[in-house]
């Protein structure tokens, strides 16, 4: 299915993500969003006025989140554009672009502005009250520690998942650490030539606002808080997990950041495109569930039902980027696909790069197609997991070459 919308091509970016308790702790994730976005836009001379739509993804709430989307598009001077706020934890983005490509494909919108958006350091602690407690206490929840740790539907935690899909499959400590090791490699890349390839769409040097973005607090050059690891080092791991296989070292950490992303009409594209030249695609939408207690499994029937809704096998993807918490999600697709693991995420990943949850899927959507647009064209594939046993996969298409 060729869906009627387009990205204009160079119309997206994304900050570096930054370490847990690092560079971004302290500032305000929507504001933080709004802030980056209205550079970004103004850079590429994309008029705020031109939106007529907006989705806003985020899962660790702000102070004055309930406003969500219509407060983002104010502060970025579009204060007539509305839209919807969404949490799909981490399949937020891929649900973001969904979003935005029905209300164009609907007739109802021609311009629609994608942000994603999350502060998972220093998450909320919620207190909800209940009077019939015993002498009238309620309940308390860590946002970001409990709910890594419990899945209310089964009591376990994130990691269990990884564990149950690498009993099941046969996945051992030691295939999980050569991916880790590989994907450094291919990270690596990204960041070759004073981050040539990141640059296509990353401001860097990134500079950081002090909390009331008033001010520059400091200064990023890239990505903050990669654990360049090695195979001795990873040797040494313990499974977190008593009797268990994943390390540390084979799962992504914590992070924060923001990305961002402009779909419309095909006419209006070429219009707000940095090269006209190169048509970006949308192409299909897959979700799916797996089994409780099995999260890396739902990958596949949601890369599936992508791909028959796009009309393309496997076999006719010129890459593929996946949102890889546990190496062992990268592992079991490949086995399960037949796609060679090692032709996965050629510019860094979450297991990477760390995971912000709302913002995840769209950087590595943005990589995908700057990853075609280098390949002089292609189809492509992101495909991530997200609490609750799901998955949320995205085909797109990238034609022609840039005309420099």
């Known amino acids: 299915m060729l869906y009627p919308v387009r990205i204009p091509y160079g119309a997206y970016w994304s900050t570096p993500f930054a370490k847990w308790q690092g560079s971004f702790s302290g500032l305000h994730s929507i504001r933080f969003a709004a802030a980056v976005a209205a550079h970004e836009l103004e850079h590429r001379r994309i008029p705020g006025e031109v939106f007529d739509y907006g989705v806003l993804g985020t899962t660790v709430p702000q102070r004055h989140s309930f406003y969500g989307l219509p407060w983002l598009m104010g502060l970025i001077g579009a204060a007539g554009v509305g839209g919807p706020t969404i949490n799909q934890a981490c399949a937020t983005s891929v649900r973001c672009l969904l979003a935005a490509t029905q209300e164009i494909q609907s007739g109802l919108a021609e311009a629609a502005l994608v942000v994603a958006c999350d502060r998972v350091s220093n998450g909320p602690h919620l207190y909800y009250p209940n009077p019939a407690g015993p002498g009238g206490t309620g309940e308390a929840e860590d946002w970001v520690m409990d709910n890594f740790s ?32 590989r994907r450094l ?91 006209s030249a190169i048509a970006i695609q949308v192409l299909g939408f897959g979700l799916a569930r797996a089994e409780l207690a099995h999260m890396p499994e739902a990958t596949v029937p949601a890369a ?22 546990f190496a062992i999600n990268d592992i079991y697709f ?54 609750g046993d799901t998955a949320m996969a995205v085909a797109v298409g990238v034609d022609g070459t840039p005309a420099s």
Not at 318 to 323: E, I
Request: charged share 20%; hydrophobic share 35%.
């Open 334 to 387: 490949s086995s399960a696909t037949g796609f060679d693991l090692d032709a996965m995420n050629n510019y860094g990943c979450s297991l990477i790069w760390g995971h912000p949850q709302g913002p995840t899927g769209l950087r590595s959507v943005i990589e995908l197609i700057e990853e075609l647009v280098q390949r002089g064209g292609g189809r492509g594939l992101f495909v991530g997991c997200a609490a």
């Open 150 to 181: 419990c899945d209310p539907l089964g009591g376990h935690a994130m990691v269990q998942t990884a564990e149950n899909v690498a009993n099941r499959h046969g996945i051992g400590t030691a295939q999980q650490h050569e991916v880790v090791l």
């Open 185 to 275: 490699e291919q990270y690596e890349r990204a960041v070759a030539d004073d981050h040539a390839f990141q640059r296509r769409y990353m401001t860097l040097p990134f500079e950081v606002p002090n909390a009331s973005f008033r001010k520059v607090s400091g200064t990023l050059s890239g990505d903050e808080g990669i654990t360049r690891s090695s195979a001795d080092g990873l040797a040494g791991l313990k499974p977190v997990v008593s009797g268990g296989s994943v390390t540390f070292g084979g799962q992504t950490h914590p992070a924060d950041g923001n990305t961002g992303l402009v779909i419309t009409s095909p006419g209006l594209a070429a219009e707000l495109s940095q090269d």
């Open 304 to 325: 599936r039902r992508a791909l028959l809704q796009a009309g393309l096998e496997i076999a006719d993807l010129d890459a593929v980027n996946t949102h890889n918490p």
